[in-house]
């Protein structure tokens, strides 16, 4: 018998040992998952979260501001872990 629960309309955890609810929804684990020191897919794992755009630092959205001087436009972004990255443009019309 493992801890299971289900989510109930508000939204809060609803803790039961059935793998199914009187409503026949499947219940999930209440249990994390396990953890070992020698994961061999964590690189796999991270490289798809890379790519998709799902890893924490990835899910902000870049900032632009515009600074201009007479001859150059500067574009100053700040990128998703916090870096500033001043971009030098020319301003030819």
Do not use: N, W
Not at 24 to 49: C, M, N
Not at 54 to 82: D, I, M, N, W
């Amino acid at each position: 018998m493992h801890l299971m629960y289900t989510l109930g309309p508000d939204g809060k955890r609803a803790y039961t040992l059935q793998k199914v609810t009187a409503q026949g929804e499947i219940t999930k684990s209440a249990h994390p998952a396990r953890f070992s020191p020698d994961d061999k897919y964590s690189r796999q794992r991270v490289t798809l979260k890379r790519r998709y755009g799902l890893l924490p630092g990835q899910q902000q959205q870049q900032q632009v501001r515009q600074l201009s001087s007479r001859e150059f436009s500067y574009a100053c972004l700040t990128s998703a872990k916090g870096i500033l990255i001043f971009v030098m443009m020319s301003s030819k019309d």
